[in-house]
């Protein structure tokens, strides 16, 4: 994870200098690009957001949702606890392309107010997976050890679904409690998830209405 840390710091800091010295890398301030660059960013934009909204769309209302009705639900869990920070990584990596991409070829003192926008929703999508990846998802996991170490001195949490954990929570505190904060930690993380992929949605919509966007 330590990695991870350094690349993303090192990409955020790269998308920043892109976003307000355009100069520097080659994008004057009055909307002209360098002829060698400006193909090769326009994909790097595309590829990278497409990426990025490919994988929420896919973990968020697919994959998750497959994978929770039919494993086991430790099982099901500990999967989740590998797999999340990989996502967020990679989601988090391809938004902080995007932002540097977009405010190459949009620099902000030439940008229009809805390019400015879109770059806004760009950097909303990299903060809300930031948020993922550094604080929520590594507090879900623990809370979710935990839970798990109740559970199983229990002998329940080798079912598919939720209907043995609610049943033993109803004559077992400790366990509603644990329930109780586990549902309020991944609540925000869940939340910060959709807030991402909102973000993502409303700079797909802005690719399908500009002809312009990549001029």
Known sequence: MAWITRFLTAVAFLAVGVIFSPETFGS?????????????????????????????????????IIMFKNLPRHQFGNLQSKMFPAYFSMVGVCCAISV???????????????EKYQLGFLVSAFAFNLSNLFVFTPMTIEMMKQRHKV?????IGDEIGWSKNQEAAKTNPKLAAMNKKF??????????????FGSLAMHSWFLAVSSTLLH
């Open 151 to 155: 559970e199983r001195e229990a002998n």
């Open 100 to 114: 540097a991409a977009f405010g190459y070829l949009h620099p902000w003192k030439s940008a229009t107010m809805p």
């Open 28 to 64: 004057k301030s009055d909307g002209t690009k360098s002829p060698n660059l400006s193909s090769f960013i326009k994909l790097a934009h595309l590829l990278s957001f497409s990426t990025a909204w490919g994988a929420a769309l896919w973990v968020t209302f697919i994959g998750g």
């Open 183 to 196: 549902g309020m930690i991944h609540g925000l993380s869940s939340l910060a998830n959709i807030m991402s």
